[in-house]
Every structure is written in C-alpha cells, then in structure tokens.
C-alpha cells in the first residue's frame, strides 16, 4: 500500500525487452536499505524489486502491466514518481493507494491558475463513474483531489510545491498518465449495483 505522496523522483536508465520488459530505475540515493522482493510504486504502478546496486534498482513489468498502464511509452532518460511501501506507523497524508493501476487518462489541457496549474484530463468511459468532485484520484502515484467534473473529463489543481518534487512539471498536453481510482469509490459503486 502507498500513500500517493513522491517521496522521491528516479530516472529510467535502461530498458530490455526480454520475455518481459526489464527496467532499471536510477534514484540518485542509496538503495542499500531496498530488499529483493520489495514493492515501489513507480509513476503509480507497484513493481517488485528483483535487483539493486549502489544508486538503482531493477524490476521486472509483465505485458498485462505495460498494456493497462503508460509504461509503454517509457524510455531511458524519462524522470519517473516514486514511492516505497507503507511501513506500519507511517503518516498517512494522501490517501490510500494500491499501485494497481486502472486505466490511463490522456491530458487535455493545462493553464496557469495563479500560482497553480490547473490540469484538465479525459479518463476513460468505464472509469469516469468512479471520479467525484473533492474525492481522491492517483495519477502517475500522486494523490490529488478532484475540482471538478464533466463527463468523462475531470480537473485538478497541482500545487507549485508538488510540480517541483514530481514529475509533474515535464508535463505536456496530450500526454498519458497512469490512473488508479479511489478504492472506496470502487466499493460505494460495486454496493450501489449490488442493491439495485
């Protein structure tokens, strides 16, 4: 489980497509404290560590993965969110997130609101029933509230704090973007089918 709050932004330093796409995530930081089996959400999508050296570590992406997420279009060179699994006793601050993807939203616009920027996304069909006003959404691993909704579009406000300690700042319009919708959304929705 994550938090959706980037503790830290990697880089991506190598791809091999073997029977499944290999990548490795440089940190810039010690990873001596990471352990083989270990869970790291990377742009929103929960990997299992399989290698690690003084500053990077390896994983391992099934096809199933690369083609519900934007991991697909990773390349070297490409800044990516991080987030290492909660540990018992860790704040809390965003909202619980699970590393499993849903879907990818694509970026329709992005303005300049005061100090904010104001991105406007278009999710897909099946999973804009899952978005509310004021509820939570992670996108590329970070939490963030909804402001509004139309349709199958929704907006947030990205903060200048978190564009400096994410990706979000290489940010471009069109771009796709890993999506996991909130999971007690996911329940209230399953529970309203049910009693219908």
């Not at 959706?4 to 940190?27: P, Y």
């Not at 290492?84 to 300049?112: F, N, Y």
């Not at 300690?165 to 940010?171: C, E, G, L, R, Y």
Request: charged share 25%; net charge negative; proline share 2%.
């Amino acid at each position: 489980m994550f938090t959706g709050i980037i503790t830290h932004v990697g880089k991506i330093a190598d791809l091999e497509q073997r029977g499944d796409l290999r990548a490795r995530i440089s940190t810039g930081n010690d990873t001596s404290d990471i352990e083989l089996g270990a869970s790291i959400a990377s742009d929103g999508v929960c990997l299992t560590v399989i290698a690690t050296g003084e500053d990077w570590y390896d994983v391992e992406i099934s096809a199933e993965t690369v083609s519900k997420t934007n991991l697909a279009a990773w390349e070297t060179g490409r800044r990516v969110n991080l987030e290492r699994a909660l540990k018992v006793g860790d704040e809390l601050g965003g909202h619980i997130v699970s590393g499993h993807v849903d879907g990818v939203a694509k970026i329709v616009s992005i303005t300049e609101e005061g100090d904010s920027t104001r991105f406007t996304f278009a999710a897909p069909e099946a999973l804009a029933k899952f978005i509310a006003p004021k509820g939570s959404v992670a996108l590329n691993g970070t939490s963030l509230t909804v402001n509004e909704v139309d349709g199958c579009n929704f907006g947030v406000n990205i903060i200048p704090h978190t564009k400096e300690v994410t990706t979000w700042s290489d940010a471009k319009e069109g771009d796709l973007i890993n999506l996991e919708i909130d999971t007690l959304a996911r329940y209230v929705a399953r529970l309203a089918e049910m009693e219908r």
